[in-house]
């Protein structure tokens, strides 16, 4: 056997790390568009009940980084949209995702891009995932607070933006506020033990 069909043979053994790490990435992408899936039917029954959906989106961003965080998101919301119930309460399809509330789902895909972005750009340090976080859960906000006023409004009737935010927004602060300390807590302490 000669020098040339060493190598060949080598390079037939060798494992081709470019497409390992695609396979890992798609593994992580499904994995937490999973988690996100979960994290939407665990609902805490107070006077609003809450999920914590966005605590899956905040840790798919701040594990994940921007690109495969907001992939995972994206693949969340198309099994969604083909009518997987995958969205709170075991909801799914065209009308659970153009709904009132529709645009606070779609907000996530912002919410993860922002705090994917940060963590890449400044490392998953404590202060860099919360301020990531609470930017994400602002733009996530507002998209969806503009998203309900627009479909309220078209379906029902005008709305002001006060009226929206007491029924969109404030109830869920305090909730959201927690889920961003559980969120950073994790993503910090997750990526001291595993880097995905």
């Given at each position: 056997?000669?020098?040339?069909?060493?190598?060949?043979?080598?390079?037939?053994?060798?494992?081709?790390?470019?497409?390992?790490?695609?396979?890992?990435?798609?593994?992580?992408?499904?994995?937490?568009?999973?988690?996100?899936?979960?994290?939407?039917?665990?609902?805490?029954?107070?006077?609003?009940?809450?999920?914590?959906?966005?605590?899956?989106?905040?840790?798919?961003?701040?594990?994940?980084?921007?690109?495969?965080?907001?992939?995972?998101?994206?693949l969340y919301i198309l099994?969604?949209?083909?009518?997987?119930?995958?969205?709170?309460?075991?909801?799914?399809?065209?009308?659970?995702?153009?709904g009132n509330t529709g645009?606070?789902?779609?907000?996530?895909?912002?919410?993860?891009?922002?705090?994917?972005?940060?963590?890449?750009?400044?490392?998953?340090?404590?202060?860099?995932?919360?301020?990531?976080?609470?930017?994400?859960?602002?733009?996530?906000?507002?998209?969806?607070?503009?998203?309900?006023?627009?479909?309220?409004?078209?379906?029902?009737?005008?709305?002001?933006?006060?009226?929206?935010?007491?029924?969109?927004?404030?109830?869920?602060?305090?909730?959201?506020?927690?889920?961003?300390?559980?969120?950073?807590?994790?993503?910090?302490?997750?990526?001291?033990?595993?880097?995905?």
């Open positions: 056997m000669n020098s040339t069909e060493i190598k060949k043979e080598e390079k037939t053994k060798t494992p081709n790390r470019r497409t390992d790490s695609h396979i890992l990435d798609i593994a992580y992408i499904a994995m937490f568009a999973a988690v996100i899936t979960v994290c939407a039917q665990i609902q805490v029954p107070t006077t609003v009940p809450f999920t914590l959906q966005t605590l899956g989106v905040f840790v798919a961003g701040g594990m994940l980084g921007w690109k495969r965080g907001t992939v995972s998101v994206l099994l969604g949209l083909v009518g997987i119930p995958v969205f709170a309460g075991f909801s799914g399809g065209v009308d659970a995702l153009f645009g606070y789902i779609i907000g996530f895909i912002f919410t993860a891009l922002i705090v994917g972005f940060m963590c890449d750009k400044l490392g998953r340090k404590l202060w860099v995932l919360a301020v990531s976080m609470i930017l994400g859960l602002l733009v996530c906000y507002a998209f969806g607070t503009a998203w309900f006023m627009v479909v309220y409004s078209a379906n029902t009737g005008a709305i002001d933006l006060m009226t929206a935010l007491s029924w969109c927004v404030i109830p869920y602060l305090l909730f959201d506020a927690a889920k961003i300390v559980c969120a950073t807590i994790l993503v910090n302490r997750l990526d001291k033990i595993i880097k995905l």
